[in-house]
């Protein structure tokens, strides 16, 4: 479905509501067959499949002098949590300022986490930039983690993702991901699944396709490598344009659908050498864990080698955060903290993972690729969770 120019109207509702009663299912399939959710659905449904889109580009833009570069960021800027530190940088910061497109993950709607903001048009008013928006999630709860001790209530109570532009954006559409485990199942439910949002960007150097994608980060290699494939299902039946995909992609090598899966995994990374994995495979999913993934964008014709940092971390586990051991400890058991701390303290107690990639077809890079980290603002507090990461390209002409 093609989203025309959708105001944030369309994600009114009054779910809350009904949040206590929804609190009590265990599973989705247990959810759906409730009075309460066929009472809810179509709102429900309405929301999951809303795309709203708005214009905050000035018109002199869309008349800048004719660029042959195309400049892109991609970021998962943690729900938008430290807000003013994001513009800040969005705005100011050499490497980040000034982009012609942003793809960026993990933005909230009237979250209590984020104050209440509605992220995406907060940020497209802000930097005066187009923005298209995408739910994935209704969170019945403030979040998980740190985020569940937050101040005040859920307004909206929506999670999504979202892309920017100085240029018009056209044929714009999401497509729905199923999800890698049940997500009324664990400490923060939620109704939803993640969606990839797709655009044709009409920029000064010609028409090429744009794509966010978050990739699921509480499920398996195989699903991961699934998600993808229905991206790239979905892009194969587009007329031909250039295409930049980029976003949170979560290659964290493991299987994460629970924690069992997860901490079988864990040992089996001991067992092949902590310094080994965290040097070899960690910051290169693509080596050994994710190829099924990586190697299904290089048979549809995607390059992603040469459009990326080869190596470096974008997201970084120290034992020291007290946030990020308190978020790791709702669905990691205690005891297995001192086998996490122990592996992480033979790499010096710091460790760094590649989960956010570009790929590319029928486009050439321009200079390097960056990978943007020691992003804080001015009390030093991080602005995210990820690095962003950053590509110049022009477009191939066919």
């Not at 430290?82 to 933005?107: F, P, Q, R």
Request: proline fraction near 4%.
């Amino acid at each position: 479905m093609i989203a025309e120019k959708n105001s944030p109207e369309i994600l009114d509702h009054d779910l809350n509501q009904y949040f206590p009663e929804l609190l009590k299912f265990n599973s989705i399939e247990e959810t759906e067959k409730s009075a309460v959710y066929e009472k809810i659905k179509p709102t429900v449904e309405r929301i999951l499949n809303a795309v709203v889109r708005e214009d905050f580009s000035p018109k002199s833009e869309f008349q800048s002098p004719k660029s042959k570069v195309v400049s892109t960021i991609a970021w998962n800027i943690e729900r938008g949590n430290i807000y003013e530190g994001i513009v800040d940088a969005l705005k100011n910061h050499e490497k980040l300022k000034d982009k012609d497109v942003y793809l960026l993950t993990e933005l909230d709607y009237g979250m209590a986490r984020s104050k209440n903001r509605f992220v995406a048009q907060d940020l497209a008013k802000e930097l005066k930039l187009n923005y298209v928006f995408a739910p994935v999630y209704i969170a019945l709860q403030k979040g998980s983690g740190v985020e569940s001790e937050m101040d005040g209530e859920n307004t909206k109570s929506i999670h999504g993702l979202a892309m920017f532009s100085k240029y018009p954006m056209k044929n714009v559409h999401a497509v729905a991901l199923p999800n890698g485990k049940d997500k009324m199942w664990g400490k923060e439910k939620r109704l939803g699944y993640l969606r990839a949002i797709i655009a044709d960007i009409e920029h000064p150097a010609g028409d090429f396709r744009a794509v966010t994608i978050h990739l699921d980060a509480h499920s398996s290699r195989k699903h991961r490598h699934v998600q993808m494939k229905i991206i790239l299902d979905a892009l194969d039946k587009l007329p031909k344009l250039p295409v930049i995909l980029g976003g949170d992609w979560n290659t964290t090598t493991y299987n994460a659908q629970t924690a069992n899966h997860a901490i079988a995994g864990y040992f089996w990374r001991v067992m092949m050498g902590v310094k080994n994995v965290v040097k070899n495979h960690l910051p290169h999913p693509d080596r050994h864990f994710e190829k099924g993934l990586f190697g299904e964008l290089e048979q549809r014709g995607f390059e992603y080698k040469k459009f990326n940092e080869s190596g470096a971390g974008t997201l970084h586990y120290d034992i020291e955060s007290i946030e990020k051991n308190t978020n790791l400890a709702d669905w990691v058991p205690a005891w297995c903290f001192p086998f996490i701390f122990w592996a992480a303290q033979r790499v010096g107690g710091k460790v760094s993972g590649r989960l956010d990639w570009f790929a590319g077809k029928d486009i050439e890079i321009k200079g390097n690729p960056t990978t943007i980290g020691d992003l804080k603002d001015e009390t030093g507090t991080p602005l995210s969770d990820h690095d962003a990461i950053g590509l110049d390209f022009m477009l191939l002409k066919s």
